[in-house]
């Protein structure tokens, strides 16, 4: 396959270069790259080639390997072959599930302070999502919660801890939740919102990869896991979901979304 498109003038990506690109996906933050997918690595990759003056995917793949900026661009990389595509209360049905029938299962075992992972959480509206629900549901006396989301890219987390929204991405937020809990913001953009202090304060972000066993999962009441598995193969789905079982608590919850994949 031809690396370049000799009329127009634009790279393409070669089958070897691709499966480069895959193989180190793989092995350095366990994402899966099926054959499926190079189209969709090509065309989001363009943007970068160019930004770096590289003519071609075979200079890209050398930039990428070498040892003094890899790191670096692996986080990049990350960036651009995951999807960040979320929003507040989305799958609201899940939502609802928490509401109306995990919080009576635990009250009924005089459960009172709970902890809550957000896995893949992106840009944090999962995580804010849920702290809004507990702040106005969990709230008998005694009752506490912490909300811990964690996503493998650093720009997204940085966004997250930040909690800077545009006015148009937080329409799904009810309206009872958007009065009590969001916020002019004075720091971001004009016209923009952020989440409130009080909540804030009730939720962390970390820069974390699933494959990474060090990283700590254990003791949660609550795990939504609802659009990560979709990068991993069926081997490595099983085993971060068997993962994510041990680090739930004796009366704890795991949420899974779509769990479908190529491989």
Same mark, same amino acid.
């Given at each position: 396959?031809?690396?370049?498109?000799?009329?127009?003038?634009?790279?393409?990506?070669?089958?070897?270069?691709?499966?480069?690109?895959?193989?180190?996906?793989?092995?350095?933050?366990?994402?899966?790259?099926?054959?499926?997918?190079?189209t969709m690595v090509e065309s989001r990759l363009?943007?970068?080639?160019?930004?770096?003056?590289?003519?071609?995917?075979?200079?890209?793949?050398?930039?990428?390997?070498?040892?003094?900026?890899?790191?670096?661009?692996?986080?990049?990389?990350?960036?651009?072959?995951?999807?960040?595509?979320?929003?507040?209360?989305?799958?609201?049905? #899940?939502?609802?599930?928490v509401k109306k029938r995990i919080m009576p299962?635990? $009250? =009924?075992?005089?459960?009172?302070?709970? *902890?809550? +992972?957000?896995?893949?959480?992106?840009?944090?509206?999962?995580?804010?999502?849920?702290?809004?629900?507990?702040?106005?549901?969990?709230?008998?006396?005694?009752?506490?919660?912490?909300?811990?989301?964690?996503?493998?890219?650093?720009?997204?987390?940085?966004?997250?801890?930040?909690?800077?929204?545009?006015?148009?991405?937080?329409?799904?937020?009810?309206?009872?939740?958007?009065?009590?809990?969001?916020?002019?913001?004075?720091?971001?953009?004009?016209?923009?919102?952020?989440?409130?202090?009080?909540?804030?304060?009730?939720?962390?972000?970390?820069?974390?990869?699933?494959?990474?066993?060090?990283?700590?999962?254990?003791?949660? #009441?609550?795990?939504?896991c609802r659009n990560m598995l979709i990068y991993?193969? $069926? =081997?490595?789905?099983?085993?971060?979901? *068997?993962? +994510?079982?041990?680090?739930?608590?004796?009366?704890?919850?795991?949420?899974?979304?779509?769990?479908?994949?190529?491989?």
């Open positions: 396959m031809m690396a370049e498109n000799p009329l127009l003038g634009i790279p393409r990506l070669s089958d070897k270069d691709f499966k480069r690109l895959a193989d180190f996906m793989k092995k350095n933050v366990g994402i899966f790259l099926p054959d499926t997918k190079k363009l943007k970068r080639l160019r930004a770096l003056s590289l003519v071609s995917f075979k200079q890209y793949v050398s930039y990428l390997f070498d040892r003094e900026r890899g790191d670096e661009e692996l986080h990049y990389l990350i960036d651009k072959i995951t999807t960040h595509k979320t929003h507040f209360f989305r799958e609201g049905a #899940h939502f609802e599930a299962y635990w $009250r =009924e075992r005089g459960i009172k302070k709970v *902890r809550i +992972l957000s896995a893949a959480c992106s840009t944090g509206q999962e995580v804010y999502s849920l702290a809004m629900l507990f702040q106005d549901q969990w709230n008998q006396p005694g009752e506490d919660f912490e909300v811990i989301g964690f996503d493998i890219s650093p720009a997204v987390i940085e966004f997250a801890r930040n909690a800077v929204y545009s006015y148009e991405s937080i329409d799904e937020i009810p309206e009872q939740y958007l009065h009590t809990y969001v916020r002019k913001s004075k720091e971001g953009p004009p016209y923009s919102l952020r989440i409130a202090p009080e909540l804030r304060r009730k939720t962390a972000f970390e820069c974390w990869n699933i494959i990474d066993n060090s990283i700590p999962i254990d003791n949660y #009441h609550l795990i939504f991993f193969t $069926r =081997e490595d789905q099983a085993l971060i979901t *068997r993962r +994510l079982l041990r680090g739930l608590h004796d009366h704890g919850f795991l949420t899974l979304g779509v769990v479908g994949t190529d491989a």
